[in-house]
């Protein structure tokens, strides 16, 4: 149904300003601002954060004119844009800038915070414009980190004497947008930012946005945003499910699509109890799927495979070798399963071991973390795990249990599976980090604790020069992929379909979030 | 067909309003057409009432329901002639029989107590007679609706017509009902069944108000199973039995002189004074005497000073009270008295089914309603209820067999043999074939449910019976089969009666002595010739004087 | 003579006694048995892997060889309702079950408490009735994980207050009827009163009830797939199936329409058997 | 779902000569003794309704205060004692289960349901905004099921073996349509091919029709199943018949005298409607994409958003409350015979 073509602007049309964009997004936030990427999208309009990254992943500036580290790269230094205010009328200044990330920190922003966690000492204001960050250990890759939209800086003001609820809602900012109203469970209104002056480096034009307001609408539903796209009610869409992905291009919608950089949607396998703790249990876990031809069908060619189990082909250090490592062969996940004394079957084909089952359980999240595409594609690798002789048993979480902790520990659960978002392979750090009694690591999926591991990466996240580190980084890659703690599945993306009448919609590129500043109609 | 087979015009003149002749009706069944009623022939002149008479099932009501088109679903109605004023209504379209029925006939159905709408007030039911024929104004249908309600005899007219069924008398129901089908001054009024679940006195007035219509002009139909009733207005009988006309006439003529055995049955059926102590039915029902010792004489169930109340929305209300009665052993204690005036209650009280407010209940001299329940189960054999509707008194999931096997007591028969014996005679006694056994009660006829309930009543051997309204859903003819059945156990097993029923024929017929009941009191007791013969109190002499009578009684009666 | 039908109007049709259609009631019962044949062998009826991934022929439209096409992975999607029967029955039955099982305790605990009991179960039921079902099957998937036990629970749980009303009444009507009266004059005791009459006669209703809910409570628990709470894939639940094919309603219009048209079907002869039962009860009570 | 059967009417009664004409104290003291008890009746369902909201988040499993943390971050991981402080703190998660109990029976006693631990604001006002385009959308969903199922049930029931068998048959396929699957279809046909609606619904008049149609498809088949038992029912009582005695014809006799009596069971099953939308809209709202109590109750769950979902519930038990009592008083109006007693069941 709805195959009609998407209406094109009548010949001779060219690009006007003013107007309003309607945009369905998938799902709502509690928040404007937060750690989660819905409100990282949400905060990129109407906040502003220190650098931005341009199309290749480079750093420009955005709030900050310039920044250099010291030569042990322990301190930053910020040089703040002049002149910019915040809508509530106060001016930026780098004391507000330490505000910020003092209170992010602080619990304001706890993503914010998992990327500045032990590295960050302290902000301080040198000057007016002029704002110092001090590390405990080098961290070359601040700047990119703090592209991100969940460092989006909020009026000191406004951060102090407003309540909870207002920063909730509305928070102030020097974006090109304001938030104008929000009605609950229907839309966010933004309105321009008449005397927005601060657009990041990589934005095509400057001043005021072109169009005068922008409808954020919630349309949870993938099917009826299609739908609203086709029918002219909405301009934009966010998150195209892969089965209309084709034709909407085909009928003359504009698609973008950007590939998140950070972790994968992967499988990480738990390499502390249960049968994962044998490697070459993993390696034939590996080696039976074939996860090209799973995801290439099911992905409907849209959603790119992804091999590489630590980061995806859009971060910077990403390493081909490792995505390419376990490729699908049956002989050898049956032999290496053979040498690892799996050789019994039962009746349903599952492999045995003195009596015990070669029963995995992969535990997700459904609907936030793995959509309807996810699910399908975890269903396949269930499908064909069976050919090997594992019994691989699914157990969608709802989210409440899923944020409760379910299947958190190492004896819940064989298999996680999931991504993270981030602009730099420091994801690694994140992700591997082995855990310690005083600083555990919740996110180290495989609980694989290898201080090995640990310090390549820390070494990496700490090497200044780009080739170097993306070296270090690499080696990490084919580390883990060698001894197959995770294997990768799928890119995780951010896809956008415009109708042809509204041009110059771009996707920043730390996330893939739509950027309106320089879209405009063409009437 | 003989020209006694239809009444003819008897010293009448003039054209008949209806005119009907060789009527047959039948049923689409599957296996085919099946007719019900046979070759009915009859004229009805202006002013006339021609009565039809039978017994359930003879095809009254399918007959008076052709003719306003109603026959029913899958009828068929064949008819050399079905003249109404003159026009063949045979070909008449739906259309045209809507403009007939209400304004030229009036039609008094038979389910009188539910035939009008119990969701809205009697008014509008009336009314819609009027709205539906033309009646344009609102204001002047409510004007003639209490014109009518007050012709028909309803008291505060306007109060009554803001009031739904379930808030009015019987007797006010079937007026309103009588008020709606002469609303229009309908040449013709069918009345099926007026005044079947009426109290006598209530039915003296509706046969009353029929009579007046009688008197306008109004040519009546009455349908009735009541020959008493019917002695009363009709000028014409025609008695029907399985379909078809078995006799016709003059009323006098028929019920003084019946032709036909059949009629003379039913007259002979009907209880009252004259039947005392003979027989209604003409064959004898097969009672097999069983000897049994010989019951102490003197009281066996014994009531002083019985009140009960129950609570409702608007407080209390006394259904009983102060209600003293002693039933001898071998006697039967009638009561009788109007619907509502506590009869069941006493009843249940007897049976110490429900506990009195005050007073007290003994049975064979031991007390009764004072002690716990627990007490009493061991001694409930001796008193045993045949309840006011049979069919309900029966678990539906079982059998006649189960049901009578639950009622024997379970010391007495143990083996299955044993218990087998017990039922066999059990259904010799009330005169059951063996084959009921295995049915269950709803595919039995009335008559053969109050057997099986009277021999449920039996199975426990007691000494004193109960018997709420045992006959009052029963035809004449099985009400005297089953009167004749009662009278014929009480002398082989010397049980004691408790009747109570709302017809004072029956009553009569069966008592020794009588208690006469009103809003819970009891307002006249005495023997029954002593009640019956002298009322003292009022009420009872209205009740008395309101009895119907056949023909031929009055005759009788008036020769004396 | 000549022959006429007096308006064989519709009013005539009001007398007739309704008989239940026996070709609708044939059909129903040929339904059930095919569904009940799909629930308990499978295999007879279809010997192929239902999960089993043909990436070669994913959405592929019905036809020879996909009687109900395939889904984004190639699966068969016959193959799948047929084998999707099992854990779909079980939800229908299970829930009417539970339902019922736990209205008939409430509804005779109200009926027959007394001063105490009574009224506070007359509450629990409200307070029961009150409570978003939705919740309710949120809470329960949170507690017990999704499963189809937990959907069956889920959904009888909340259907019980509206059959715990109803074994109430007629708990109530039974105990005051006139046979019940006659059991008391032969002098038997309360219990075996209430073993013998009124629990045989009040929950007799119920097995026509049962049957209508069945079909109910598969529709009740593909609502809660909708939401992430029903059968966790893959199994081939129907509900399940519902919602996995809703992504797709516009491309494949088979994913969602065959295991709806289904859950219809089978709404339809479970109900259709359930009046029919129902009046053959009704005929043999009434 | 409510038993039609088992509300038995009033059986009829011949007893009662005449009403008895009362006195206006005795029935206004009737009336107060029966809207003190509804009263009383009503604040205990409230009082079990947060009693169970209370103990079903007391049961559920994990530590609160991490969920709310790492609901608040996207993060499913564990906490240390250090980062939940703040939170144990400012919702008294530390105090014993009896006093946080009490305070939430104190609260919502002084109508306080507190506040969102998601989004920082008083459940009040998050409900309160929410709670319009539900209602909206659930009565007209009624109001639409109700005209479908009339209309229907009006022209079909006991109408001959075939007719009837059709009303019956189409009742019970549409009593057994999920919503997300009509909505979709309704949807995909109507607002995206025909362009007769907006596709995204909103709250906006014109895309109310199809998620009402959505929620009422469905709910007409229901009522019309217990509706045509009970208009079958009622076509054959003798009233009926002299209806017709009177001269009237089939159509008016359905719509004046049979309708009534066949309405009650969907009266009852729309009381239950309206207190069962919140289960049903969700569906809805999802797909049209409206705001609505559903969304904001399942997002509340998922976040484990405790005191919205109390909110909820609460809100939930006084529809219930306030959809019986207009129930009852409907049952009055239709069927006043029920009105002297109450309502039977
Ligand atoms: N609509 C119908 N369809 C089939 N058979 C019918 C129908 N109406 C009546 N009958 C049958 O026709 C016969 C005559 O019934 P009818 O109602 O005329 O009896 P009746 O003399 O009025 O009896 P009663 O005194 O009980 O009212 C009965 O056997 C009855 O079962
Ligand atoms: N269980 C009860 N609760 C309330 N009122 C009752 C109850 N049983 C009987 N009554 C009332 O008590 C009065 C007497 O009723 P009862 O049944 O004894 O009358 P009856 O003489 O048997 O009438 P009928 O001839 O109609 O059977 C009536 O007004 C009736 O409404
Ligand atoms: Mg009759
Ligand atoms: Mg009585």
Redesign the pocket.
Same mark, same amino acid.
């Given at each position: 149904a709805g195959t009609s073509a998407a209406e094109q602007p009548p010949p001779g049309a060219g690009p006007v300003t003013g107007g309003t964009i309607v945009y369905g997004h998938q799902q709502e936030p509690a928040c404007v601002f937060g750690g989660w990427i819905e409100q990282a999208y949400l905060s990129t309009q109407v906040l502003d954060a220190l650098t931005s990254l341009d199309e290749d992943g480079r750093v420009v500036p955005w709030l900050a004119r310039s920044w250099e580290q010291s030569p042990d790269g322990l301190s930053w230094t910020f040089h703040l844009r002049e002149g910019v205010r915040f809508t509530d009328g106060t001016a930026l200044t780098a004391a507000v800038v330490a505000h910020n990330i003092e209170h992010w920190v602080e619990g304001g922003n706890s993503t914010a915070k998992v990327w500045l966690d032990g590295y960050y000492d302290s902000a301080t204001a040198v000057d007016d414009l002029t704002l110092r960050i001090h590390l405990g250990k080098p961290y070359p890759r601040l700047a990119e980190n703090l592209a991100q939209g969940y460092s989006g800086i909020q009026s000191q003001q406004a951060l102090q004497t407003r309540t909870a609820e207002e920063n909730c809602e509305a928070p102030i900012g020097s974006g090109a947008f304001v938030v104008d109203h929000w009605d609950r469970g229907e839309e966010i209104v933004l309105r321009r930012n008449e005397d927005y002056t601060s657009p990041p480096a990589n934005a095509r034009h400057t001043g005021p946005a072109y169009v005068e307001r922008i409808r954020w609408r919630f349309v949870p539903d993938g099917t009826t945003r299609v739908a609203s796209l086709r029918a002219g009610e909405t301009d934009a869409i966010y998150d195209v499910p892969a089965v209309d992905y084709a034709d909407l291009g085909r009928d003359g919608y504009t698609e973008l699509k950007h590939v998140t950089a950070g972790r994968p949607q992967q499988l990480s396998f738990n390499t502390q109890r249960g049968p994962f703790t044998d490697e070459r249990v993993r390696k034939a876990f590996a080696a039976g799927l074939d996860r090209r031809a799973l995801v290439e069908t099911i992905g409907r060619g849209v959603i790119p495979y992804e091999g590489n189990g630590a980061v995806s082909r859009s971060t910077p250090g990403y390493s081909r070798e490792a995505a390419e490592a376990h490729s699908f062969d049956l002989d050898t996940a049956n032999r290496l399963l053979d040498e690892a004394g799996w050789t019994g079957r039962d009746e349903d084909g599952t492999r045995t071991r003195g009596g015990e089952r070669l029963s995995v359980l992969l535990p997700y999240n459904s609907g936030t973390i793995i959509n309807a595409d996810g699910a399908s594609i975890l269903q396949g690798v269930q499908q064909q795990a069976k050919a090997t002789g594992f019994d691989v048993r699914l157990v969608p979480v709802p989210p409440s249990g899923f944020f409760a902790g379910e299947y958190s520990r190492p004896d819940e659960r064989d298999i996680a599976v999931g991504y993270w978002t981030s602009v730099t392979a420091g994801i690694l750090w994140v992700n591997w980090r082995p855990g310690t009694e005083d600083w555990p690591n919740g996110n180290n999926a495989a609980f694989y604790d290898d201080p090995a591991l640990g310090e390549l990466i820390d070494r990496a996240n700490q090497t200044a020069d780009p080739a170097a580190q993306e070296a270090l980084y690499r080696q990490a890659q084919e580390l883990i992929a060698d001894r197959a703690l995770s294997i990768g599945l799928f890119d995780r993306l951010s896809t956008l379909a415009v109708s042809p009448s509204l041009q110059g919609v771009w996707q920043e590129n730390a996330q893939g979030g739509p950027v309106f500043y320089d879209a405009r109609f063409v009437r | 067909m003989s020209a006694a087979q239809h009444a003819g015009p008897t010293g009448r003149s003039g054209e008949p309003v209806l005119s009907v002749r060789g009527l047959h009706v039948g049923?689409a069944r599957r296996e085919g057409v099946r007719d @019900?009623v046979h070759d009915v022939s009859f004229d009805l002149h202006p002013g006339e009432c021609l009565a039809v008479v039978?017994e359930?099932?003879?095809?009254?009501? @399918?007959?008076a329901r052709t003719l306003v088109g109603l026959t029913?679903?899958?009828?068929l109605v064949r008819a050399e002639r079905l003249h109404f004023d003159g026009a063949d209504v045979r070909g008449l379209s739906a259309r045209d029989w809507r403009r007939t029925r209400g304004r030229r006939i009036g039609f008094v159905l038979?389910d009188a107590l539910v035939s009008l709408d119990p969701l809205r007030p009697v008014g509008a039911e009336v009314e819609e007679a009027l709205r539906l024929h033309g009646w344009r104004e609102r204001r002047a249908r409510r004007a003639k609706v209490l014109e009518l309600l007050t012709a028909v005899g309803v008291p505060s007219a306007r109060a009554r017509a803001r009031q739904r069924p379930d808030e009015l008398s019987g007797g006010l129901r079937q007026r309103a009902l009588i008020a709606s089908a002469i609303a229009l001054d309908p040449e013709v009024v069918v009345a099926d069944?007026p005044t079947t679940a009426l109290d006598v006195t209530v039915q003296a007035q509706v046969l009353d108000l029929l009579a007046e219509q009688k008197r306008r002009g109004v040519a009546i139909v009455l349908i009735s199973?009541d020959l008493s009733v019917v002695a009363r207005l009709a000028d014409r009988v025609l008695v029907m039995s399985g379909g078809r006309v078995v006799e016709s006439g003059p009323t006098r003529e028929v019920l003084t002189a019946p032709r036909h055995e059949y009629t003379r049955a039913l007259i002979a059926a009907v209880p009252g004074e004259h039947t005392r102590g003979e027989r209604l039915s003409p064959a004898p029902a097969a009672v097999l005497p069983r000897p049994r010792a010989e019951r102490p004489g003197g009281t066996v169930l014994e009531a002083s000073g019985l009140v009960k109340r129950y609570a409702t929305a608007e407080g209390s209300h006394t259904a009983v009270s102060g209600v003293s009665f002693s039933l001898r052993a071998g006697r039967t204690l009638g009561i009788v008295g109007e619907s509502g005036s506590g009869k069941s209650t006493t009843a249940r009280l007897a049976l110490a089914l429900t506990a009195p407010d005050e007073g007290v209940v003994n049975l064979l001299g031991r007390p009764w309603s004072q002690v716990p329940e627990a007490q009493r189960r061991e001694r409930r054999k001796e008193v045993s209820v045949v309840q006011q509707d049979p069919l309900s008194s029966f678990d539906p999931r079982w059998t006649v067999e189960r049901v009578l096997l639950d009622a024997l007591p379970p010391r007495r028969s143990r083996t299955a043999g044993e218990r087998r014996a017990r039922l066999r005679e059990l259904l010799a006694q009330v005169g059951l074939d063996e084959d009921v056994l295995a049915r269950f009660p709803l595919t039995l006829s009335g008559g053969q449910r109050q057997r099986v309930s009277i021999a449920r009543a039996l199975a426990p051997e007691p000494s004193v019976v109960v018997l709420d309204e045992a006959v009052s859903a029963l035809d004449v003819s099985v009400q005297a089969q089953v009167l004749d059945l009662l009278a014929d156990l009480q002398r082989a097993l010397g049980l004691s009666y408790l009747f109570i029923s709302h017809d004072l024929g029956v009553v009569y017929h069966v008592s020794d002595d009588v208690l006469v009941m009103k809003d819970g009191e009891v307002v006249e007791r005495g023997s029954a010739e002593d009640v019956f013969e002298r009322p003292q109190h009022p009420y009872t002499r209205e009740l008395v004087s309101a009895l119907p009578r056949l023909a031929g009684q009055r005759a009788e009666e008036e020769a004396r | 003579m000549t022959t006429l039908l007096l308006e064989p109007a519709p009013e005539a049709r009001a @007398?007739?006694t309704r008989r239940p259609r026996p070709w609708g009631v044939w059909l129903a019962g040929l339904a059930a048995l095919g569904f009940g044949v799909a629930a308990a062998a499978p295999g007879l009826l279809d010997t192929t892997d239902p999960l089993a991934l043909h990436l070669d022929r994913a959405l592929q439209a019905p036809g020879p060889g996909h009687w109900f096409g395939t889904d984004e992975a190639g699966r068969d999607l016959f193959s799948r309702v047929v084998h999707g029967a099992r854990p779909s029955l079980a939800i229908g039955v299970g829930a009417s079950l539970v339902s019922l099982s736990l209205a008939v305790v409430l509804g005779t605990l109200a009926a027959l408490g007394g001063r105490v009991v009574a009224p506070v179960v007359d509450r629990v039921v409200e307070v029961l009735f009150s409570f978003p079902s939705l919740l309710l099957a949120l809470l329960l998937v949170a507690l017990l994980g999704p499963s189809a036990a937990t959907a069956a629970v889920a959904v009888g749980v909340g259907t019980a207050p509206g059959y715990a009303r109803m074994v109430r009444a007629q708990v109530l009507s039974a105990r005051g009827s006139a046979y019940v009266e006659a059991a008391v004059a032969l002098g038997h005791s309360p219990g075996r009163i209430l073993r013998r009459h009124v629990l045989p006669n009040a929950l007799r209703p119920l097995v026509a009830v049962m049957a209508l809910s069945i079909g109910q409570s598969i529709v009740w628990a593909s609502s809660l797939s909708f939401l992430g709470l029903g059968v966790a894939p893959p199994s081939s639940e129907w509900g399940a199936l519902l919602e996995a094919g809703r992504p797709y309603v516009a491309h494949a219009w088979w994913l969602t329409v065959v295991p709806g048209l289904v859950v219809v079907v089978l709404a339809l002869a479970t109900t259709t058997l359930g009046k029919h039962l129902q009046a053959v009860l009704e005929r043999s009570a009434s | 779902m409510p038993a039609s059967s088992a509300d038995a009417p009033a059986q009829v009664d011949a007893r009662f000569s005449a009403a008895p004409l009362e006195d206006p104290g005795a029935r206004l003291r009737r009336t107060a003794r029966r809207v003190v008890s509804r009263l009383l009746g009503a604040l205990l369902v409230l009082w079990g309704a947060a009693t169970a909201a209370f103990l079903a988040q007391a049961v559920l499993p994990g530590d609160r205060a991490t969920i709310i943390f790492n609901i608040r971050a996207g993060q499913p991981i564990e906490r240390t004692p250090e980062e939940l402080a703040a939170i144990n703190a400012q919702y008294g998660f530390q105090d014993p289960v009896l006093t946080q109990y009490l305070h939430h029976l104190s609260g919502l006693v002084r109508g306080d349901l507190g506040e969102s631990y998601q989004q920082f604001r008083p459940v009040t006002d998050v409900i309160g905004e929410q709670l319009a385009p539900t209602l909206v959308l659930t009565l007209t969903a009624i109001a639409l099921a109700w005209a479908g199922m009339v209309v229907w049930v009006v022209l079909t029931a006991g109408r001959g073996r075939r007719t009837a068998g059709l009303g019956a048959a189409v009742d019970t396929a549409t009593a057994g349509l999920p919503h997300y699957w009509l909505g979709i279809v309704l949807l995909l046909v109507f607002a995206l091919q025909l362009r007769w609606f907006p596709v995204i619904s909103g709250n906006s008049p014109a895309g109310l029709l199809l998620p009402a149609l959505t929620l009422a498809v469905p709910l007409a088949g229901f009522m019309g199943q217990a509706t045509r038992t009970e208009f079958e029912r009622a076509l054959q009582q003798p009233f009926v018949l002299s209806a017709r005695t009177r001269g009237a014809g089939d159509l008016a006799i359905r719509l004046r005298h049979v309708l009534r009596h066949a309405a009650l069971p969907a009266v009852t099953l729309s009381g239950w409607a309206l207190g069962a939308t919140i289960s049903g809209a969700v569906v809805v709202e999802t797909v049209y994409t409206r705001a609505g109590i559903g969304r904001v109750l399942v997002t509340a769950v998922n976040n484990q958003d405790l005191p919205i979902v109390t909110g909820v519930v609460l809100l939930v038990a006084a529809l219930y409350v306030v959809a019986n009592l207009l129930v009852d008083l409907v049952h009055g109006l239709v069927d006043p015979r029920t009105a002297k007693g109450g309502r039977p069941s």
């Amino acid at each position: 149904a709805g195959t009609s073509a998407a209406e094109q602007p009548p010949p001779g049309a060219g690009p006007v300003t003013g107007g309003t964009i309607v945009y369905g997004h998938q799902q709502e936030p509690a928040c404007v601002f937060g750690g989660w990427i819905e409100q990282a999208y949400l905060s990129t309009q109407v906040l502003d954060a220190l650098t931005s990254l341009d199309e290749d992943g480079r750093v420009v500036p955005w709030l900050a004119r310039s920044w250099e580290q010291s030569p042990d790269g322990l301190s930053w230094t910020f040089h703040l844009r002049e002149g910019v205010r915040f809508t509530d009328g106060t001016a930026l200044t780098a004391a507000v800038v330490a505000h910020n990330i003092e209170h992010w920190v602080e619990g304001g922003n706890s993503t914010a915070k998992v990327w500045l966690d032990g590295y960050y000492d302290s902000a301080t204001a040198v000057d007016d414009l002029t704002l110092r960050i001090h590390l405990g250990k080098p961290y070359p890759r601040l700047a990119e980190n703090l592209a991100q939209g969940y460092s989006g800086i909020q009026s000191q003001q406004a951060l102090q004497t407003r309540t909870a609820e207002e920063n909730c809602e509305a928070p102030i900012g020097s974006g090109a947008f304001v938030v104008d109203h929000w009605d609950r469970g229907e839309e966010i209104v933004l309105r321009r930012n008449e005397d927005y002056t601060s657009p990041p480096a990589n934005a095509r034009h400057t001043g005021p946005a072109y169009v005068e307001r922008i409808r954020w609408r919630f349309v949870p539903d993938g099917t009826t945003r299609v739908a609203s796209l086709r029918a002219g009610e909405t301009d934009a869409i966010y998150d195209v499910p892969a089965v209309d992905y084709a034709d909407l291009g085909r009928d003359g919608y504009t698609e973008l699509k950007h590939v998140t950089a950070g972790r994968p949607q992967q499988l990480s396998f738990n390499t502390q109890r249960g049968p994962f703790t044998d490697e070459r249990v993993r390696k034939a876990f590996a080696a039976g799927l074939d996860r090209r031809a799973l995801v290439e069908t099911i992905g409907r060619g849209v959603i790119p495979y992804e091999g590489n189990g630590a980061v995806s082909r859009s971060t910077p250090g990403y390493s081909r070798e490792a995505a390419e490592a376990h490729s699908f062969d049956l002989d050898t996940a049956n032999r290496l399963l053979d040498e690892a004394g799996w050789t019994g079957r039962d009746e349903d084909g599952t492999r045995t071991r003195g009596g015990e089952r070669l029963s995995v359980l992969l535990p997700y999240n459904s609907g936030t973390i793995i959509n309807a595409d996810g699910a399908s594609i975890l269903q396949g690798v269930q499908q064909q795990a069976k050919a090997t002789g594992f019994d691989v048993r699914l157990v969608p979480v709802p989210p409440s249990g899923f944020f409760a902790g379910e299947y958190s520990r190492p004896d819940e659960r064989d298999i996680a599976v999931g991504y993270w978002t981030s602009v730099t392979a420091g994801i690694l750090w994140v992700n591997w980090r082995p855990g310690t009694e005083d600083w555990p690591n919740g996110n180290n999926a495989a609980f694989y604790d290898d201080p090995a591991l640990g310090e390549l990466i820390d070494r990496a996240n700490q090497t200044a020069d780009p080739a170097a580190q993306e070296a270090l980084y690499r080696q990490a890659q084919e580390l883990i992929a060698d001894r197959a703690l995770s294997i990768g599945l799928f890119d995780r993306l951010s896809t956008l379909a415009v109708s042809p009448s509204l041009q110059g919609v771009w996707q920043e590129n730390a996330q893939g979030g739509p950027v309106f500043y320089d879209a405009r109609f063409v009437r | 067909m003989s020209a006694a087979q239809h009444a003819g015009p008897t010293g009448r003149s003039g054209e008949p309003v209806l005119s009907v002749r060789g009527l047959h009706v039948g049923f689409a069944r599957r296996e085919g057409v099946r007719d @019900v009623v046979h070759d009915v022939s009859f004229d009805l002149h202006p002013g006339e009432c021609l009565a039809v008479v039978g017994e359930s099932g003879s095809g009254k009501s @399918v007959t008076a329901r052709t003719l306003v088109g109603l026959t029913g679903d899958g009828a068929l109605v064949r008819a050399e002639r079905l003249h109404f004023d003159g026009a063949d209504v045979r070909g008449l379209s739906a259309r045209d029989w809507r403009r007939t029925r209400g304004r030229r006939i009036g039609f008094v159905l038979q389910d009188a107590l539910v035939s009008l709408d119990p969701l809205r007030p009697v008014g509008a039911e009336v009314e819609e007679a009027l709205r539906l024929h033309g009646w344009r104004e609102r204001r002047a249908r409510r004007a003639k609706v209490l014109e009518l309600l007050t012709a028909v005899g309803v008291p505060s007219a306007r109060a009554r017509a803001r009031q739904r069924p379930d808030e009015l008398s019987g007797g006010l129901r079937q007026r309103a009902l009588i008020a709606s089908a002469i609303a229009l001054d309908p040449e013709v009024v069918v009345a099926d069944e007026p005044t079947t679940a009426l109290d006598v006195t209530v039915q003296a007035q509706v046969l009353d108000l029929l009579a007046e219509q009688k008197r306008r002009g109004v040519a009546i139909v009455l349908i009735s199973h009541d020959l008493s009733v019917v002695a009363r207005l009709a000028d014409r009988v025609l008695v029907m039995s399985g379909g078809r006309v078995v006799e016709s006439g003059p009323t006098r003529e028929v019920l003084t002189a019946p032709r036909h055995e059949y009629t003379r049955a039913l007259i002979a059926a009907v209880p009252g004074e004259h039947t005392r102590g003979e027989r209604l039915s003409p064959a004898p029902a097969a009672v097999l005497p069983r000897p049994r010792a010989e019951r102490p004489g003197g009281t066996v169930l014994e009531a002083s000073g019985l009140v009960k109340r129950y609570a409702t929305a608007e407080g209390s209300h006394t259904a009983v009270s102060g209600v003293s009665f002693s039933l001898r052993a071998g006697r039967t204690l009638g009561i009788v008295g109007e619907s509502g005036s506590g009869k069941s209650t006493t009843a249940r009280l007897a049976l110490a089914l429900t506990a009195p407010d005050e007073g007290v209940v003994n049975l064979l001299g031991r007390p009764w309603s004072q002690v716990p329940e627990a007490q009493r189960r061991e001694r409930r054999k001796e008193v045993s209820v045949v309840q006011q509707d049979p069919l309900s008194s029966f678990d539906p999931r079982w059998t006649v067999e189960r049901v009578l096997l639950d009622a024997l007591p379970p010391r007495r028969s143990r083996t299955a043999g044993e218990r087998r014996a017990r039922l066999r005679e059990l259904l010799a006694q009330v005169g059951l074939d063996e084959d009921v056994l295995a049915r269950f009660p709803l595919t039995l006829s009335g008559g053969q449910r109050q057997r099986v309930s009277i021999a449920r009543a039996l199975a426990p051997e007691p000494s004193v019976v109960v018997l709420d309204e045992a006959v009052s859903a029963l035809d004449v003819s099985v009400q005297a089969q089953v009167l004749d059945l009662l009278a014929d156990l009480q002398r082989a097993l010397g049980l004691s009666y408790l009747f109570i029923s709302h017809d004072l024929g029956v009553v009569y017929h069966v008592s020794d002595d009588v208690l006469v009941m009103k809003d819970g009191e009891v307002v006249e007791r005495g023997s029954a010739e002593d009640v019956f013969e002298r009322p003292q109190h009022p009420y009872t002499r209205e009740l008395v004087s309101a009895l119907p009578r056949l023909a031929g009684q009055r005759a009788e009666e008036e020769a004396r | 003579m000549t022959t006429l039908l007096l308006e064989p109007a519709p009013e005539a049709r009001a @007398v007739r006694t309704r008989r239940p259609r026996p070709w609708g009631v044939w059909l129903a019962g040929l339904a059930a048995l095919g569904f009940g044949v799909a629930a308990a062998a499978p295999g007879l009826l279809d010997t192929t892997d239902p999960l089993a991934l043909h990436l070669d022929r994913a959405l592929q439209a019905p036809g020879p060889g996909h009687w109900f096409g395939t889904d984004e992975a190639g699966r068969d999607l016959f193959s799948r309702v047929v084998h999707g029967a099992r854990p779909s029955l079980a939800i229908g039955v299970g829930a009417s079950l539970v339902s019922l099982s736990l209205a008939v305790v409430l509804g005779t605990l109200a009926a027959l408490g007394g001063r105490v009991v009574a009224p506070v179960v007359d509450r629990v039921v409200e307070v029961l009735f009150s409570f978003p079902s939705l919740l309710l099957a949120l809470l329960l998937v949170a507690l017990l994980g999704p499963s189809a036990a937990t959907a069956a629970v889920a959904v009888g749980v909340g259907t019980a207050p509206g059959y715990a009303r109803m074994v109430r009444a007629q708990v109530l009507s039974a105990r005051g009827s006139a046979y019940v009266e006659a059991a008391v004059a032969l002098g038997h005791s309360p219990g075996r009163i209430l073993r013998r009459h009124v629990l045989p006669n009040a929950l007799r209703p119920l097995v026509a009830v049962m049957a209508l809910s069945i079909g109910q409570s598969i529709v009740w628990a593909s609502s809660l797939s909708f939401l992430g709470l029903g059968v966790a894939p893959p199994s081939s639940e129907w509900g399940a199936l519902l919602e996995a094919g809703r992504p797709y309603v516009a491309h494949a219009w088979w994913l969602t329409v065959v295991p709806g048209l289904v859950v219809v079907v089978l709404a339809l002869a479970t109900t259709t058997l359930g009046k029919h039962l129902q009046a053959v009860l009704e005929r043999s009570a009434s | 779902m409510p038993a039609s059967s088992a509300d038995a009417p009033a059986q009829v009664d011949a007893r009662f000569s005449a009403a008895p004409l009362e006195d206006p104290g005795a029935r206004l003291r009737r009336t107060a003794r029966r809207v003190v008890s509804r009263l009383l009746g009503a604040l205990l369902v409230l009082w079990g309704a947060a009693t169970a909201a209370f103990l079903a988040q007391a049961v559920l499993p994990g530590d609160r205060a991490t969920i709310i943390f790492n609901i608040r971050a996207g993060q499913p991981i564990e906490r240390t004692p250090e980062e939940l402080a703040a939170i144990n703190a400012q919702y008294g998660f530390q105090d014993p289960v009896l006093t946080q109990y009490l305070h939430h029976l104190s609260g919502l006693v002084r109508g306080d349901l507190g506040e969102s631990y998601q989004q920082f604001r008083p459940v009040t006002d998050v409900i309160g905004e929410q709670l319009a385009p539900t209602l909206v959308l659930t009565l007209t969903a009624i109001a639409l099921a109700w005209a479908g199922m009339v209309v229907w049930v009006v022209l079909t029931a006991g109408r001959g073996r075939r007719t009837a068998g059709l009303g019956a048959a189409v009742d019970t396929a549409t009593a057994g349509l999920p919503h997300y699957w009509l909505g979709i279809v309704l949807l995909l046909v109507f607002a995206l091919q025909l362009r007769w609606f907006p596709v995204i619904s909103g709250n906006s008049p014109a895309g109310l029709l199809l998620p009402a149609l959505t929620l009422a498809v469905p709910l007409a088949g229901f009522m019309g199943q217990a509706t045509r038992t009970e208009f079958e029912r009622a076509l054959q009582q003798p009233f009926v018949l002299s209806a017709r005695t009177r001269g009237a014809g089939d159509l008016a006799i359905r719509l004046r005298h049979v309708l009534r009596h066949a309405a009650l069971p969907a009266v009852t099953l729309s009381g239950w409607a309206l207190g069962a939308t919140i289960s049903g809209a969700v569906v809805v709202e999802t797909v049209y994409t409206r705001a609505g109590i559903g969304r904001v109750l399942v997002t509340a769950v998922n976040n484990q958003d405790l005191p919205i979902v109390t909110g909820v519930v609460l809100l939930v038990a006084a529809l219930y409350v306030v959809a019986n009592l207009l129930v009852d008083l409907v049952h009055g109006l239709v069927d006043p015979r029920t009105a002297k007693g109450g309502r039977p069941s």
